[in-house]
């Protein structure tokens, strides 16, 4: 168990709708980090937060936004859903913006 | 952008025999992140490499740090059916603002009993 929960593990939502996914990083880590996993596509870095902050961003859709809360988890909001938007995201966090990042069991959202 | 290409795609070996997979990147790196993944899982650390020419080890598997900083390896010594899963790379380039830690596409491994 690396201490990152994330929920829900499972969602399946319609076209056009939209879904928050939510991450709760280890106790103590600032820096949370968020990326979309898909079959052809590998681990894609969507976007990094420390300690409420910005940090970096990586090809996130504008669809898609986050922010990380004064209680340090963060979540995911993916609007306007499509089918191409299934896969699996996983949060990670890790203490400061560069020590090691640990993941979470990830969501797994279906898009029908 | 940055970019990190993880050699072997994948890879079939026999139950006892040593495994290399390696990553090579196309900007400096000032850490390497070693991962495996089970199916269904997320991605469980490693190895951590923060300097040049580092080399660390945990249990079979060693990993290092490449001196130009550009290039990372992963070893398995002795496989076990266990070891099975897609073993991943990760990097952080230096300086700036870039926290970004870049993934490669992994390599999955298949070990037969």
């Known amino acids: 168990d690396s201490g990152v929960t994330q929920t829900p593990k499972h969602l399946i939502t319609a076209t056009g709708q939209r879904v928050t996914l939510r991450c709760s990083p280890r106790?103590?880590?600032?820096?949370v980090y968020w990326y979309q996993q898909s079959l052809d596509q590998g681990l894609q870095f969507l976007i990094q937060?420390?300690?409420?902050?910005?940090?970096a961003k990586g090809n996130i859709l504008e669809r898609f936004s986050a922010q990380q809360f004064p209680d340090l988890h963060s979540e995911l909001n993916l609007s306007s859903l499509e089918l191409g938007d299934s896969a699996l995201y996983f949060c990670?966090?890790?203490?400061?913006?560069?020590?090691?990042?640990?993941f979470g069991q990830g969501t797994r959202l279906t898009v029908v | 952008g940055q970019q990190l290409n993880q050699s072997p795609q994948s890879m079939f070996i026999q139950e006892g025999e040593d495994v290399s997979m390696n990553c090579t990147s196309s900007?400096?790196?000032?850490?390497w992140l070693w991962y495996k993944q089970d199916p269904g899982e997320g991605p469980v650390l490693l190895i951590a490499?923060?300097?040049?020419?580092e080399l660390t080890s945990n249990g079979r598997l060693t990993a290092q740090f490449g001196i130009t900083r550009k290039d990372s390896f992963l070893n398995i010594s002795a496989s076990i059916p266990s070891d099975v899963g897609i073993y991943f790379c990760?990097?952080?380039?230096?300086?700036?603002?870039?926290?970004?830690?870049?993934f490669g596409k992994g390599t999955l491994l298949t070990v037969n009993p």
């Open positions: 990670a966090s890790s203490a400061l913006t560069e020590s090691e990042a640990f």
């Open positions: 106790s103590g880590d600032l820096s």
């Open positions: 937060y420390y300690n409420g902050e910005e940090r």
């Open positions: 900007s400096i790196f000032n850490t």
């Open positions: 490499l923060y300097k040049a020419g």
């Open positions: 990760a990097g952080r380039a230096t300086g700036g603002s870039n926290y970004k830690l870049t």
